[in-house]
């Protein structure tokens, strides 16, 4: 069970990683006010999403502890990232301030996993 767990923990930091990656590559567009939501953005928020549901379940399979709450913050900002992504994905240019929050959001979503114990 710990290799299946360790496997889609790498996946998901894949999916973290893409969804950070494409808003890092986008970052000086960001400052022209031309960027734009990629493919990878939204393919690593939709990976983090399944993995992570996975990895809930197969914690609780395994009789290890599960902090729903943590866990349900996560979700929460997931989900509204996920929105901002799948509805401005077509348009080529998205605001300053949209875009500034889905970088935030994600930033957050990644020092609640690592910083909330």
């Given at each position: 069970?710990?290799?299946l767990?360790?496997?889609?923990?790498?996946?998901?930091?894949?999916?973290?990683?893409?969804?950070?990656?494409?808003?890092?590559?986008?970052?000086?567009?960001?400052?022209?006010?031309?960027?734009?939501?990629?493919?990878?953005?939204?393919?690593?928020?939709?990976t983090?999403?399944?993995?992570?549901?996975?990895?809930v379940?197969?914690?609780?399979?395994?009789?290890?502890p599960?902090?729903?709450?943590?866990?349900?913050v996560?979700?929460?900002?997931?989900v509204?990232?996920?929105g901002l992504?799948?509805?401005?994905?077509?348009e080529?240019?998205?605001?300053?301030?949209?875009?500034?929050?889905v970088?935030l959001?994600?930033?957050?979503?990644v020092?609640?996993?690592?910083?909330?114990?």
């Open positions: 069970m710990d290799v767990i360790h496997f889609f923990v790498g996946l998901h930091i894949i999916g973290i990683a893409s969804l950070l990656g494409g808003f890092l590559t986008q970052m000086k567009a960001m400052g022209r006010g031309t960027a734009r939501f990629v493919p990878a953005m939204l393919h690593g928020a939709l983090m999403l399944v993995t992570g549901m996975v990895l379940g197969l914690d609780q399979a395994d009789d290890q599960v902090n729903n709450i943590k866990i349900g996560k979700l929460a900002l997931l509204v990232i996920l992504v799948y509805v401005k994905r077509d080529e240019k998205v605001d300053k301030s949209l875009f500034g929050l970088g959001l994600t930033t957050a979503n020092f609640i996993a690592v910083l909330w114990t």
